[in-house]
């Protein structure tokens, strides 16, 4: 399981420093973290979570005119539609609680389209892989997040970001892809772990977007959660995290 290091404690300012220790023998289970605590405003939330979501669907688009053959084509538009099916059920809560979501995703724009920048691949796998590391790890964080907001809609919202999963479908699209050339494996597996830094820092700045302290010892356990889910996704692939 990883441990993240947020500045302060000997990382780069700004950029979490991740180490891989190796795993203990006997995995000891624990408690899971929540960060119900941390959940900011509601409209920060929805706004920034439903930005995301609209941000992985625009790349996804982008993506698909590289992808190799028809199949993968195909499978793009099916990733993107369930993309866009949960940045709809967003501005539908945002719009439910009589708010515009263009204005409430505004404040959001620049950094998710840095982010964007920084992790949209060289190809059609590598920006496969960044949605599919992107989408899972972020969307974990903002289910946890919910659960600090009201019932209502934390019921509503976390409907939306759970009932649409493409996991399985790009877990079965890449695996045959690397099946057919493992050259791929290596490559994607260096990807995933790059995309690891960048991913928490979006995941940060939804956290650090409360009203509470968001100190480094009371979120190490959350991400050290999140890197492992991580994990189990890239072994999902066959691939090394």
Do not use: C
Request: net charge negative.
């Amino acid at each position: 399981m990883g441990v993240v290091s947020w500045p302060g404690r000997g990382a780069k300012r700004g950029v979490p420093s991740l180490q891989w220790p190796r795993p203990a023998a006997k995995p000891t289970p624990a408690a899971r973290v929540e960060l119900d605590q941390f959940t900011p405003d509601l409209l920060v939330f929805l706004g920034h979570a439903a930005y995301l979501e609209l941000a992985l669907f625009e790349t996804l688009g982008r993506s698909s005119a590289f992808a190799p053959d028809v199949r993968a084509k195909e499978t793009t538009g099916r990733i993107a539609e369930t993309t866009l099916a949960r940045h709809r059920g967003l501005v539908a809560e945002i719009e439910r609680s009589g708010h515009d979501a263009t204005e409430s995703m505004e404040p959001h724009i620049a950094a998710i389209d840095e982010f964007r920048a920084r992790t949209g691949g060289t190809d059609w796998y590598e920006a496969i892989v960044a949605d599919y590391v992107a989408a899972g790890l972020l969307n974990d964080v903002f289910v946890r997040l919910a659960a600090g907001l009201p019932a209502d809609h934390h019921k509503r919202i976390v409907a939306v970001l759970e009932a649409h999963d493409d996991a399985p479908l790009v877990v079965r699209e890449l695996s045959a892809a690397i099946e057919a050339d493992p050259r791929l494996a290596s490559r994607l597996a260096l990807w995933g772990r790059r995309l690891v830094g960048d991913t928490l820092l979006v995941a940060r700045a939804a956290v650090s977007a409360s009203h509470v302290s968001a100190d480094d010892e009371r979120l190490e356990p959350v991400f050290t959660e999140l890197i492992a889910a991580h994990t189990r996704r890239m072994d999902a692939l066959g691939l090394t995290a």
